[in-house]
């Protein structure tokens, strides 16, 4: 007779925690781009993002907080101007946006 054998498991994805909380980023225009720098307190770990539109950007700094906290699921954001060369960035991953 066969011997039975132990079935094998392959774990696909991130099983990873989700670090929830509020990720922050000032960007500001140089004229020929936009740069934007992590502040707050979940900025560790966060990359700087660059690029010629402040879209393309914004869509760099989405997904770097994604990749950040470790969600897969989606998440909405602000992305406020408070100057013409000066705009903040908060997302707020599975937690809830209080400003103090």
Do not use: R
């Not at 707050?40 to 997904?63: H, Q």
């Not at 470790?70 to 707020?92: H, Q, R």
């Amino acid at each position: 007779p066969a011997s039975a054998q132990e079935p094998s498991w392959t774990v696909v994805g991130n099983m990873g925690e989700v670090k929830k909380g509020v990720y922050q980023y000032k960007l500001t225009s140089s004229g020929s781009g936009w740069t934007a720098k992590p502040f707050g307190e979940m900025a560790d770990g966060l990359a700087e993002c660059t690029g010629a539109t402040a879209e393309e950007v914004e869509k760099a700094m989405y997904d770097a907080c994604k990749e950040a906290s470790g969600t897969e699921k989606e998440f909405t954001f602000a992305n406020d101007m408070v100057s013409p060369k000066v705009s903040l960035f908060t997302a707020a991953i599975e937690a809830a946006y209080e400003p103090k």
